[in-house]
């Protein structure tokens, strides 16, 4: 099947199918393959195997009619396996997709006496949530892209760009727009997401992030702070997500700066924590077991006691516009889906204190932290992805510093580039959401074929598991800076893991 985005639907207790106008079935769940059986197998399943005749018309026909005039639920009847026929309340749904359009069926068996039960009710709200959420999702995937093309060479000519230059300061509000854009699409990301961020995640140094994150708010020209640092010298390691885990952290540390007009006082301190037994903290109730806490503290407004409860609902603000009232409900669902969980403290006129515990390892992780120096390399780069767009995006930052670079738009070509080459592949820069082959089986393919190639993961938002061996990622939208230090970063890592 040619569809390989994340299907949000796949663990739903009712069939659901993705199909395209011309009934052919993209993706089929669970609770489909097992209603329907054998008819839903091979290539390029058809609606149509399973369309009864009793609906009138072909699969194609009723898709092309309901695109017209939309009903939903739907009464509709479909053969199931062992060849009886079946009726199901459908809802439907539909997007385009680039130059197509693509139809979200979701099947709920028709009550015996014609009544629609509490349940049933609950189930057809939860479809057409479903439903919202899988567009979400798609919609994210694709303006990732563009904006990762946008990104991509408004960095690298700034970068390149005198400080004089008459174009700089455009250049520089082009990338303020995308950055912002970018925010909107992994609001979009987030809130469609529903597996958990620690899957497939290394143990790393909570540490490193949070300096990286205190450094660019120093840097930034925003309102002046003193900024008060006390980092547990050995900090427990910890699992996360770290573009999600400081991206959280931004948001933490924007609301301390706010909170406080010509100048104030922000603590982060880190600390390991070990509970014998369940804890509570504010409204937070922690598990027994071993904890790393992040608490980020200011002498701000701080927050009045009838608003204090609902700092996490999305989007509630009492900020003005442009916020959406996203920011803590952001950081409760990046953290609470590393297993952690969000406490925050606060009195009007004196501060708001907000600490961050994330489940931790009795062990210690090095980090060498984030890659600073020469950006240039003599390496030779393989990018894969199937948007044209970024691959040559790719091309021209990489060969721009140096790096030989080959591109490949599927999983097939980047394996016969490979398998050809007059010299070796250093590193393979794939996305991880292609068409016929993914990037997560281009990647098992080419640690079985050249085990000692480098691999980098370009990735929306989806982070499957990708066994224990290391893997690198990259999330989009990147910069020029950042796809260049991931480069450097994943072929330093990986040589000394070798040596």
């Known amino acids: ?75 509709l009847r479909f053969r199931v396996k062992g060849g009886g026929m079946a009726s199901f309340s459908t809802s439907i749904c539909s997007f385009a997709k680039e130059a197509e359009r693509w139809f979200i069926l979701q099947l709920l068996p028709e009550p015996i006496r014609g009544e629609q039960s509490a349940g049933d009710t609950v189930v057809l709200h939860k479809q057409k949530l479903d439903c919202a959420l899988q567009m979400a999702r798609t919609v994210a995937l694709d303006f990732n892209n563009a904006l ?11 970068s390149k760009a005198e400080a004089n230059h008459p174009w700089r300061r455009a250049l520089m509000e082009m990338e303020k727009s995308a950055a912002k854009a970018a925010e909107i699409a992994n609001d979009l990301a987030e809130f469609s997401r529903q597996d958990k961020e620690i899957r497939g995640q290394l143990a790393g140094n909570l540490n490193t992030v949070l300096q990286r994150c205190v450094e660019t708010f120093q840097n930034s020209g925003r309102e002046p702070a003193t900024w008060r640092l006390q980092l547990e010298r050995r900090l427990f390691a910890a699992k996360f997500d770290e573009a999600k885990i400081q991206q959280a952290f931004v948001k933490i540390l924007e609301n301390s700066v706010e909170s406080f007009k010509g100048g104030g006082r922000i603590s982060v301190q880190t600390r390991n924590v070990e509970l014998a037994e369940p804890t509570q903290d504010r409204n937070v109730k922690l598990a027994a077991g071993t904890y790393v806490c992040a608490e980020v503290s200011d002498n701000g407004e701080g927050i009045a006691p009838d608003i204090l409860p609902r700092v996490f609902e999305p989007f509630f603000t009492t900020k003005p516009a442009p916020h959406r009232g ?17 406490a925050v403290s606060s009195q009007p006129g004196a501060g708001t204190s907000v600490r961050i515990y994330l489940p931790a390892e009795k062990d210690f992780v090095r980090d060498g932290g984030q890659f600073v120096g020469d950006l240039t390399g003599n390496q ?82 989806v982070r499957p598991g990708l066994g224990q061996e290391r893997a690198a990622y990259l999330q989009k939208p990147f910069t020029s800076q950042e796809l260049l230090t991931r480069v450097k970063q994943a072929l330093l890592a990986e040589a000394t893991v070798v040596d």
């Not at 489909?32 to 149509?48: D, H, I, N, R, Y």
């Not at 990762?148 to 700034?158: K, V």
């Not at 070796?424 to 640690?447: H, K």
Request: with cysteine; charged share 15%; aromatic share 8%.
């Open 380 to 461: 030779t780069v393989l990018m894969v992805d199937d948007e044209d767009l970024l691959l040559t995006m790719g091309d021209t930052i990489l060969s721009s510093y140096g790096y030989t670079v080959y591109t490949a738009n599927s999983g097939q070509k980047a394996l016969d580039i490979i398998s050809k080459s007059d010299k070796p592949i250093d590193l393979v820069i794939t996305d991880l959401v292609m068409p016929v082959m993914s990037g997560r089986e281009l990647v098992e393919r080419i640690r079985q074929i050249s085990p000692g190639t480098r691999i980098l993961c370009a990735t929306g938002y």
């Open 1 to 75: 099947m040619k569809f390989d985005a994340a299907f949000v639907l796949e663990n739903a207790n009712w069939p659901a199918l993705l199909v395209d106008a011309a009934s052919t079935i993209l993706r089929a769940n669970q609770a489909a393959v097992k209603t329907f059986g054998p008819a839903l197998e091979g290539a390029t399943p058809l609606l149509s195997a399973i369309w009864s005749p009793e609906n009138g018309g072909t699969a194609e026909q009723f898709l092309a009619q309901w695109e017209r005039t939309p009903s939903s639920p739907a009464t």
């Open 326 to 342: 996203l920011g803590l409900a952001w950081v409760y669902g990046i953290v609470t889906n590393h297993g952690g969980g969000v």
């Open 148 to 158: 990762t093309s946008i990104l991509g060479y408004s960095s690298l000519l700034l």
